[in-house]
């Protein structure tokens, strides 16, 4: 399996342009998550989906982000428009979801480093 | 609250010496626990995870972790530790509970550096 897809690899943006980055998680996997991270805040989680359904958006920072999932091998986080703080590295990571309250171990991508002008 | 520590943000030790992270959680039932790996400029890699039964844990690299309830730890050891261990080291746990469907909690995370 190539693992957690995501893409691109690196964006430099300039501030108020829309950027959209891309997340392709492992076959059969049914739990898909995007994280944030930078030097002060460290690794946040920012949304998940089970089954390509929201689950979780409290970690999303405001309104001019947004995540789609709208298949299970595909995922889309929007930030509209983007702001120099937005930059940072944003993983996604996708597990297989065992059921309520059971664990399986999350698998990461190889991150987006985002850098914002 | 519901909380994941990383006591030591940057250790260093040299190489060929034991090294020990610590990992501490506040919930009232054992979760399950994870030991994650971040080399420069890569993604998280799982080195080992602790869900029931022996509470010492073998993974990957040589690392090995011991869960001990009494003290809601989950330290992560390696004997000898080799200049390629140099990276960021992450604990997480899953809490249980029926509100949780497969959300990690993460630790601040915690720098290794070793010196020749």
Known sequence: ?117 | AQSVTQPDIHITVSEGASLELRCNYSYGATPYLFWYVQSPGQGLQLLLKYFSGDTLVQGIKGFEAEFKRSQSSFNLRKPSVHWSDAAEYFCAVGPLGSSNTGKLIFGQGTTLQVKP
Not at chain 1, 19 to 35: A, D, E, Q
């Open chain 1, 1 to 117: 399996d190539a693992g957690v897809i995501q893409s691109p690899r690196h964006e430099v943006t300039e501030m108020g342009q829309e950027v959209t980055l891309r997340c392709k998680p492992i076959s059969g996997h049914n739990s898909l998550f995007w994280y944030r991270q930078t030097m002060m805040r460290g690794l946040e989680l920012l949304i998940y989906f089970n089954n390509n359904v929201p689950i979780d958006d409290s970690g999303m920072p405001e309104d001019r982000f947004s995540a789609k999932m709208p298949n299970a091998s595909f995922s889309t986080l929007k930030i509209q428009p983007s702001e120099p703080r937005d930059s940072a590295v944003y993983f996604c990571a996708s597990s297989e979801n065992l059921g309520t309250g059971r664990y399986n171990e999350q698998f990461f991508g190889p991150g987006t480093r985002l850098t914002v002008l």
